[in-house]
């Protein structure tokens, strides 16, 4: 190799004359304040494809710097060793994982020549995300975590998780059992003679293990619970949160669905204490994404008691019901600790609900200039959207 290959491109490379020859694991030393990290990587390391750790080893040293941002890192390849520099442990996270993204090259010759050079690396964006659907399709515990550590190596930094939908809730709520006993579970009759139950949920358990997973590599992890619409699978549960009352079933087949929660129904909102309490329980993030997107009003436009809340509340049209109900919820967070996210479509109705000067308003329009500001032009990659990915 006569070049640095990482991705992405750090900001600065400076490659030198001189090179290195890796077969080994190298032997990585640290301070106390990144011993974590540290064995973090010697654990991912013997995944390399070079030989155990012996005398030939190449030593690595983690040093603290001052001055660096918390994300950024300094990587020193010399001729007979390797240092790495960072300022916070994320910092350092991130050069061993750049040392690590080096190193896998290794996997099929069982070493690896690395030109000798001068790193310099640092975000440029501090929300770098990655989002998986877990509701259309699920997915194992294994299967997250092995993306959180792919998402990992590559410098990403927040792990969006999509946990409910129309074909299926896998969040669990103590006191909504329905949720993930009948929620979770969809009907599949589309490519066998006989229909059969598919789909599954996450224990608590499951998620603070992930959570976990995903705090030791410097990644957050952001909930998405989608409502008030894309809620077939809470109302399979429990029809009486629908405006007509059912039957309903959990969704076997993608698309934008008629049957949304009722807003005329003060239980829909104990409905959302129970599962922003279970969401504050398990997901350390200061962010909960409510979804908030694809609402459909033709049930509401109908409903007697839709009819009677919008009258109380004095609405002209039924599609601001749903902004009535996103102020809501994000109050709800807010008395929580959390900050309210959401799809961009989340904040239609609100300016005319007269929000512009709320804090809640305002923190919503943070978020979406920076959700914004990832789907810009500049950043085609994060406007890739994987669909039937299947498990391996
Ligand atoms: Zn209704």
């Known amino acids: 190799m006569n070049s640095i290959l990482l991705i992405p491109q750090p900001s600065s490379v400076i490659v030198k004359k001189s090179s290195i020859s890796i077969t080994d694991i190298p032997r990585i030393s640290a301070s106390a304040e990144f011993a974590g990290e540290a064995a973090l990587a010697r654990e991912q390391l013997k995944a390399t494809g070079l030989a155990p750790e ?10 603290g710097k001052t001055g660096l941002p918390d994300e950024g890192y300094e990587l020193s390849i010399r001729e007979n060793s390797i240092e790495l520099r960072a300022s916070a442990k994320a910092g350092m996270h991130h050069a ?24 310099s690396d640092a975000p440029r964006f501090s929300w770098r995300g990655c989002m998986l659907d877990t509701s259309r399709h699920f997915y194992s515990p294994a299967f997250i975590k092995k993306l959180i550590d ?6 990403l930094n927040v792990f969006h998780w999509h946990l409910t939908d129309d074909q299926g809730w896998r969040l669990p709520v103590d006191a909504w059992p329905g949720l993930t006993e009948i929620g979770a579970w969809k009907i599949d009759g589309r490519t066998t003679w006989e229909n059969y139950k ?3 949920f996450y224990t608590k358990e499951d998620i603070r293990g992930i959570v976990a997973y995903a705090a030791e590599r410097h990644v957050d992890v952001v909930p998405e619970v989608d409502i008030p619409g894309h809620s077939s699978a809470i109302l399979a549960a429990y ?20 049957d949304v929660l009722c807003a005329g129904n003060d239980r829909i909102f104990d409905l959302f204490a129970d599962i922003f309490d279970t969401v504050k329980e398990l ?12 609402v459909k009003f033709n049930r509401w436009d109908s409903c007697p008691k839709c009819k009677k809340r919008m009258e109380e509340l004095k609405l002209d049209r039924a599609n601001e019901l749903q902004s009535w109900i996103t102020v ?3 109050n709800m967070l807010k008395e929580r600790g959390k900050t309210a996210i959401g799809w961009d479509e989340v904040l239609e109705g609100t300016e005319k609900r007269n929000l512009t000067d709320s804090p809640m308003y305002n923190r919503l329009m943070d978020v979406r200039q920076q959700y914004a500001f990832l789907s810009d032009e500049s950043l085609p990659t994060i406007k890739s959207y994987f669909t039937n990915l299947r498990e391996a």
């Open 54 to 63: 012996s005398d030939r080893s190449i030593s690595v040293s983690c040093v």
């Open 198 to 200: 598919v789909g599954g």
């Open 96 to 119: 061993l994982q750049s040392l690590r993204q080096l190193l896998l090259s290794a996997k099929e010759t069982g070493s690896v020549d690395i030109p000798c050079a001068e790193i």
């Open 283 to 294: 997901f350390p993030s200061p962010y909960v994404h409510i979804g908030g997107d694809e």
């Open 239 to 258: 029809p009486e949160l629908g405006c007509t009352g059912g039957p309903y079933r959990v969704e076997d087949r993608f698309g934008i669905f008629e």
């Open 328 to 330: 809501r919820l994000a």
């Open 150 to 155: 792919l998402a990992s190596l590559h410098h």
